[in-house]
């Protein structure tokens, strides 16, 4: 069975702070590597990804860095505000049209 | 635009009932896929199909579970004989691609929360 191990579970930052969310992945179909947001009772929706091409990638706060050979890749999230409370999701392509989700990590940023 | 849909939002069953989730999805998306999230979990992947076809249903966890999407837009999450197990917050996607690049580009619903009792 295909796993990606997200880390930690949950996740407590001061506002301003640096968010660090952390995910392993084991042999996937290729290299994408999406980050879902999701809010309380709604379905998760993408925030950022990364491709193979290269090793970061930023938008705005969001920063994906993509580790190949230890396969692991991680969101920093910069300045983080009380509206990026949410739980986060890391996943991986499992095949052309499956991905598989990790188990989510819960962010909560104190005002 | 609109986004993706799903009726009920909630809903609860007794042991033993069936049950059928709706998923409207944005218009002229080719791709609709189906996940289930249990509590405090990520999204499983269940069925995917491109426009009518039923491409993979490798995550249906038993035979009670069916979906259909007879004219490649609506589509139905059918559970039949429901189980306490089967409570969990049930997903849809969907993509205006079809293959490689569905992965892509998924714009999920709100989900609809089935509780059985």
């Known amino acids: 069975q295909q796993q990606v191990k997200q880390s930690p579970q949950s996740l407590i930052v001061q506002k301003g702070g640096i968010s660090i969310i952390n995910c392993a992945y084991e042999?996937?179909?290729?290299?994408?590597f999406p980050w879902y947001q999701q809010f309380p009772g709604k379905g998760p929706a993408l925030l950022i990804a990364?491709?193979?091409?290269?090793s970061e990638k930023k938008e705005g706060r969001f920063t994906i860095s993509f580790n190949k050979s230890a396969k692991q890749f991680s969101l920093h999230i910069m300045d983080s505000q009380p509206g990026d409370s949410a739980t986060y999701f890391c996943?991986?392509?499992?095949?052309?049209?499956?991905?598989?989700f990790g188990k989510g990590t819960r962010l909560h940023i104190l005002p | 635009g609109a986004g993706v849909s799903q009726s009920p939002r909630y809903k609860v069953a007794k042991r033993g009932q069936d049950v059928a989730l709706r998923c409207d999805p944005i218009?002229?998306?080719?791709?609709l896929f189906w996940y289930q999230q249990a509590l405090g979990q990520g999204p499983e992947f269940l069925t995917y199909?491109?426009?009518?076809?039923?491409?993979?249903k490798s995550g249906l966890p038993s035979d009670r579970f069916f979906a259909e999407r007879p004219e490649g837009s609506v589509s139905t999450l059918k559970i039949q004989r429901t189980q306490q197990e089967d409570s969990a917050v049930y997903l849809c996607?969907?993509?205006?691609?079809?293959?490689?690049?569905?992965?892509?580009?998924?714009?999920f619903g709100p989900g609809t929360r089935l509780t059985v009792t």
């Open positions: 996607a969907s993509s205006p691609t079809n293959g490689l690049a569905t992965i892509y580009e998924q714009y």
């Open positions: 042999n996937t179909a290729f290299d994408y």
């Open positions: 990364i491709r193979p091409d290269v």
């Open positions: 996943a991986a392509p499992l095949t052309d049209d499956k991905i598989i």
């Open positions: 218009s002229g998306h080719v791709s």
């Open positions: 199909f491109q426009n009518e076809a039923q491409l993979d």
